[in-house]
């Protein structure tokens, strides 16, 4: 097991000298609440239907949704609806007046309410999803939507901010120390995603002890200590990824599966995943094209908590790699929160389940409503948590 972490840290010094010498508008959930919870549901349903026939019927009027989509319910209950999906960022209004219309905003399918637990009830062929690659979303799409809401961005900036008191008055000495209990639990549920059967307890005595738990792989052995040379690395050189790049993302990924039997760099052939019919892009030259554009967008963000959520989607989506790709964007999500003096997440108490769960609607619907409230909790938690 040395003679493995050794080999690893001969990967780690080779990146670092490569290193060296390249020196939503609002769009939290809208429910509408009534006392009745049959109301509350004809609420639910007339808001699908408003969008449902505005998708259809693009540029259309209040009165023509009234007539054609909404004639059960009073005209004034329809003026309501549309305010409110436009706050919400999930239509968009051309014009004033009577000579109003109104069309699907970009962020509809990014951030339109979306029962999960319905959605996942349907098997695997009986969903409809998009099965290939959008093309459209990293350059059309993603660049025009503010992913967090206003009031959102107040709660992750007032958990900042207490993240920020915490840790200037710790030492150097406490703050390597909580950074070692996160990078632990971290370790633990990444690997516990993709299916490592490590107990918190056996994680945290492997990685601190070196000692294997009886009964499991040398591969989970393996999984768990290379997320702990990568957690190692960005806390070591913490400006690693303040600005984000095809290498960079390669040497992050080659550090996760280090000798894990797997080929590193871009993936040359097609990759299936596991729950869904999504296909990944299958073509080399494709999928680095599709890495840089995502470079691009995440470095041209100004906003830090944008950037690790859109490389936390981004990097699963495109799929560039033959493993660890899941693994890779939560890395690289928290060097670049590490970069810009954030609290990094751990993800310990998100279940494996609703993980892959939002995850799968991302691919199947492009919908990040479900993953960014997973960010929001684990950001939250980590805060709280660790320091």
């Known amino acids: 097991m040395w003679l493995y972490y050794k080999s690893n840290l001969k990967l780690l010094a080779q990146i670092k000298s490569l290193s060296a010498q390249k020196s939503v508008k609002a769009s939290r959930i809208f429910i509408f609440l009534s006392r009745k919870k049959n109301k509350k549901n004809m609420l639910d349903n007339k808001t699908k239907k408003l969008l449902y026939y505005i998708r259809l019927n693009p540029f259309v009027s209040s009165k023509e949704i009234h007539t054609n989509a909404l004639s059960d319910v009073g005209y004034s209950t329809v003026k309501r609806l549309i305010s409110s999906l436009i706050i919400h960022g999930l239509i968009k209004q051309q014009g004033i007046g009577k000579a109003s219309r109104y069309q699907i905003s970009p962020t509809h399918t990014l951030l339109v309410p979306i029962d999960i637990d319905e959605y996942f009830s349907r098997e695997i062929d009986e969903r409809k999803i998009n099965e290939t690659y959008n093309f459209a979303l990293i350059s059309d799409i993603l660049p025009k939507v503010n992913l967090f809401s206003t009031e959102e961005m107040l709660q992750l900036n007032q958990w900042q901010q207490k993240f920020n008191q915490a840790v200037s ?198 919908n990040l409503l479900a993953f960014k409230q997973i960010f929001l909790d684990q950001f939250r938690f980590a805060v709280e948590t660790y320091f």
């Open 169 to 366: 008055v710790l030492s150097k000495t406490e703050y390597l120390k909580n950074m070692e209990h996160l990078a632990i639990d971290l370790s633990w549920k990444s690997s516990q995603i993709e299916g490592n059967t490590y107990s918190l307890l056996e994680t945290e005595r492997l990685l601190k002890e070196r000692e294997t738990a009886e009964g499991k792989t040398k591969e989970e052995a393996g999984m768990l200590l290379n997320h702990k040379v990568a957690l190692d690395f960005i806390l070591q050189e913490p400006d690693y990824l303040k600005t984000v790049s095809v290498s960079k993302i390669e040497s992050i990924n080659s550090l996760l599966i280090n000798e894990l039997g797997v080929d590193k760099n871009i993936r040359k052939r097609k990759v299936g995943i596991t729950g869904t019919n999504y296909r990944p892009l299958d073509n080399e030259f494709q999928i680095r094209e599709a890495l840089n554009d995502m470079c691009e967008l995440v470095n041209h963000r100004e906003n830090i908590f944008e950037k690790a959520l859109l490389s936390l989607l981004l990097l699963s989506y495109i799929q560039a790699f033959n493993d660890g790709n899941k693994r890779t964007a939560r890395i690289v999500c928290n060097a670049l929160l590490l970069a810009n003096g954030y609290c990094p997440l751990s993800f310990r108490t998100v279940s494996s389940i609703d993980y892959k769960k939002a995850m799968l609607l991302f691919y199947e619907q492009n």
